[in-house]
């Protein structure tokens, strides 16, 4: 069975510091998605990570992914409060559905 | 917004009861998946469809089932609901099957079972 464990699960930072979701996979997959989650709210595709090596970044989110490792990071630089939500990391296993991570509620206070 | 539409975006029911959730999924996607989120088990895959045809099964109970109709929108049943049955649902497309496309979420349906 295919697990995707990501940590930490919660993670409250300061506003301008610096910090790394770490997301792992029990599988081989070249297929691996970074969500954004806010309150309440639908999960909207933040990265689509296909290779090895592949690395994204956008504004102050950068993902990456290592596949011999089944190891995806996605490194959150300068924070500020409007990037606090919960960051979900899934993985495609040749199926097409995704399975999820358990998702790490990030707060970013001043 | 992502292009998928979820309705209704709430429902209320009572234990044993069933309800349908409806999604429209994005214009061109051929593929709909439907996912549970709950706060104990997380966000779970329930099923896929592809083009009208059941391609992949996931954590889905037997009191769940679903269907894609020809215009490609899909509606998910709930039946003999439990308390346990509370929770967000999720419809999702994508453009096909296989290929390695994103897939976009709706808005949800919140269903809570009383």
Known sequence: ELKVEQNPLFLSMQEGKNY?????Y???????????QDPGKS???LFVL???GAV????RLM???DTKARLSTLHITAAVHDLSATYFCAVDPWTGNLIFGKGTKLSVKP | DSGVTQTPKHLITA?????TLRCSPRSGDLSVYWYQQSLDQGLQFLIQYYNGEERAKGNILERFSAQQFPDLHSELNLSSLELGDSA????ASSVEQREVHEQYFGPGTRLTVT
């Open chain 1, 50 to 52: 296909l290779s090895n």
């Open chain 2, 88 to 91: 967000l649902y999720f419809c």
């Open chain 1, 56 to 59: 994204k970044q956008e504004g």
């Open chain 1, 63 to 65: 993902a990456s992914l």
């Open chain 1, 43 to 45: 999960l909207e595709s």
């Open chain 2, 15 to 19: 234990t044993g009861q069933r309800v």
């Open chain 1, 26 to 36: 029990s599988t081989t997959s070249d297929r691996l998605y970074w969500y954004r």
């Open chain 1, 20 to 24: 790394t979701i770490y997301c792992n």
